[in-house]
């Protein structure tokens, strides 16, 4: 049976998005270690230049004068630098995603047509929502229970705490350079009324005791 | 300023489907007008506040009450107004009718400042709760429900304060939360909890209510909508459904570490069942539990599968102990008509016939108590 017009297009897709990405995708597809450790050169080595020239900034004269008020500030491009790498990561990671969410739907793409074609339902826009549904449901539980599916969706996710992360240091470098408190001040001060309040709630459950 | 990459995706998700469904409404011709959605709560008063925790006390519907009153303890993740939804549909409204004394817990919503409480903080909360109706009933002990989340407070809690307790209602309570049945508990196991918490704060409920969406997408982003389109002329299924999509969007955030706990220790470690939970230095037998308890399944729940409740049976040491399955999901439980046909008032009857031996000096014999001499309330 020749290939279905969906499968052809899914499969090109995947494969011209393959090539495209190869560079940075290039080892983690396979699991080769040899190939992740070497072969994603280009970001990196981009992103870790980048931060050797914001660091070695520091030292130039002119700024290690003022140091003390721009370095918070210089420090900052240096997160910039770690934080395009870490978005790259993530892209990386959301490409990898959407390609397994991409097969399951050609999975489901290929089902239906079988069932199209092997039990005709008709011009009933409704049953053949009902069978696009049932499809649809199975395929998707299934790549959603799969452990390896919440393995990657739990690196995506944790990717994007990191990212976040730099962006909140960031905006924290900022407002300490623009004397601001910063979130990790205002922590500190909910942490200390939050024991605060601790003890005199066991205070006043030791003064009602009998 | 910082980026809530969470929002953004929910707002990616929310915005294509409102516009589709703008267009189905479009192709469905001239639309009956629908008014602003309003939730048919009964009348209650909020007797106490902790913070941002208050304590609602309903109004009775009948004149005697039975001596021993019911706290309902709901999820932090969502509103506890599910089993108050509307008139017709009111869990809160058959206790009432039965003389039960309905007192629920309002988590309301957490602010930066509260992202250091943990589960143990939750639970003393529910404590000063049980304190004030003890005090203000004089009712020695309570009847205790909790649903989804606030079930595993209220079996933590019956553990540690068993003295306070006269019988426990569970509902959608997760338990063990090792089953692959669901699909929270596969994903729970690779959650990097330190991260998410570390990072927010306060777990954002955009973040969950995604995390929800992505357990079943196409009933609950597809479906769902193609439903409503399909009855958009029908009043009161357009009520109902804008009622639902109120509470199920109505969502707070969670405190950080009780959502770094409940990962960590119940998601990936499973401490509760094992009787390995600790908090705050106290451990969690749930063989301490010794009191009625009844415990209400859906069997058709894909948040809380029934595998994960249902393990409780076995880890109580109570002698009167009864499980009521009902073929229903999760919130379909608290809202469907059929639960309200068939399910809530066998609860409820339940409920009654264990509200009589609150202390020794209360039993069926010496009847019940005048509703106006229930708590008082702050009005």
């Given at each position: 049976m020749s290939e279905d017009p969906y499968q052809k297009f899914y499969k090109a897709w995947i494969d011209a998005t393959k090539g495209y990405m190869a560079p940075w995708l290039a080892g983690t597809q396979t699991g080769d270690q040899n190939q992740s450790k070497s072969a994603p050169h280009f970001r990196v080595d981009w992103a870790m230049q980048s931060k050797d020239f914001f660091e070695r900034m520091l030292w130039f004269p002119p700024f290690s004068v003022i140091q003390g008020t721009a370095g918070p500030a210089i420090q900052n491009y240096v997160k910039y630098a770690e934080i395009s790498s870490l978005s790259i990561e993530i892209y990386k990671k959301w490409i990898d995603l959407y390609l397994e969410f991409s097969r399951a739907m050609t999975e489901v793409t290929t089902k239906l047509n079988t069932r199209f074609l092997t039990s005709a339902p008709g011009a009933d826009p409704k049953q053949v929502y009902a069978i696009w549904l049932e499809e649809l449901t199975q395929g998707l539980d299934k790549l959603l229970r799969s452990e390896e599916i919440a393995g990657k969706m739990a690196g995506f996710l944790s990717n994007i705490m990191d990212l976040k992360k730099e962006t909140d240091g960031f905006m924290e470098n900022y407002y300490?350079?623009?004397n601001i408190p910063t979130r990790?001040?205002?922590?500190?001060?909910?942490?200390?009324?939050?024991?605060?309040?601790?003890?005199l709630r066991k205070m006043k459950k030791n003064s009602e005791s009998p | 300023m910082s980026l809530d990459w969470f929002k953004m995706m929910e707002q990616s998700f929310k915005e294509p489907y409102i516009r589709s469904l703008n267009d189905m409404m479009k192709t469905a011709g001239p639309i009956p007008e629908i008014p602003a959605v309003r939730i048919d709560t009964l009348p209650y008063d909020v007797v106490f506040t902790d913070g941002r925790v208050k304590l609602l006390h309903y109004k009775p519907t009948v004149q005697e009450l039975l001596p021993t009153p019911l706290l309902i303890v709901y999820a932090q993740i969502n509103r506890y107004y599910i089993l108050d939804l509307q008139h017709d549909k009111s869990v809160v409204k058959h206790y009432l009718e039965k003389g039960i004394d309905v007192f629920v817990v309002d988590w309301g919503d957490p602010g930066p400042e509260d992202r250091y409480e943990t589960i143990y903080?939750?639970?003393?909360?529910?404590?000063?709760?049980?304190?004030?109706?003890?005090?203000?009933?004089?009712?020695?002990?309570?009847?205790?429900?909790?649903?989804?989340?606030?079930?595993?407070?209220?079996?933590?809690?019956?553990?540690?304060?068993?003295?306070?307790?006269?019988?426990?209602?569970l509902q959608a309570a997760p338990i063990d939360f090792t089953v692959q049945a669901g699909i929270l508990n596969i994903w729970g196991k690779y959650i990097d909890a330190d991260k998410i918490v570390d990072s927010y704060g306060n777990v954002p409920s955009s973040l969950l209510n995604l995390g929800f969406l992505m357990i079943d997408p196409v009933r609950l982003l597809v479906d769902k909508y193609v439903k409503f389109y399909e009855n958009v002329r029908d009043k009161d299924y357009v009520q109902n459904f804008l009622r639902m999509e109120k509470w199920i969007f109505d969502s707070p955030d969670l405190p950080g570490e009780v959502y770094r706990q409940f990962i960590k220790d119940l998601y990936q470690r499973n401490l509760l069942s094992k009787n390995e939970l600790v908090v705050e230095g106290k451990k969690v037998d749930l063989k301490k539990i010794r009191v009625p308890l009844l415990n209400i399944v859906g069997t058709s729940d894909t948040l809380v599968p029934p595998e994960s409740s249902i393990p409780i049976m076995d880890l109580v040491s109570s002698s009167d102990k009864e499980m009521l399955k009902f073929a229903s999901g999760h919130i379909g439980i608290s809202v469907s008509a059929r639960a309200h046909r068939d399910l809530w008032p066998k609860a409820s009857q339940w409920i009654a016939d264990r509200s009589f031996s609150s202390d020794k000096s209360t039993s069926k014999d010496s009847v019940k108590i005048k509703a106006s001499r229930s708590a008082k309330s702050k009005d």
């Open positions: 300490k350079s623009i990790s001040e205002m922590d500190r001060a909910y942490k200390e009324i939050y024991d605060l309040k601790k003890t | 903080d939750q639970i003393e909360y529910m404590d000063d709760a049980v304190e004030y109706i003890r005090k203000t009933t004089k009712a020695e002990k309570i009847n205790l429900q909790g649903y989804c989340m606030g079930g595993t407070y209220s079996a933590i809690y019956t553990s540690l304060y068993h003295e306070k307790v006269n019988s426990l209602i």
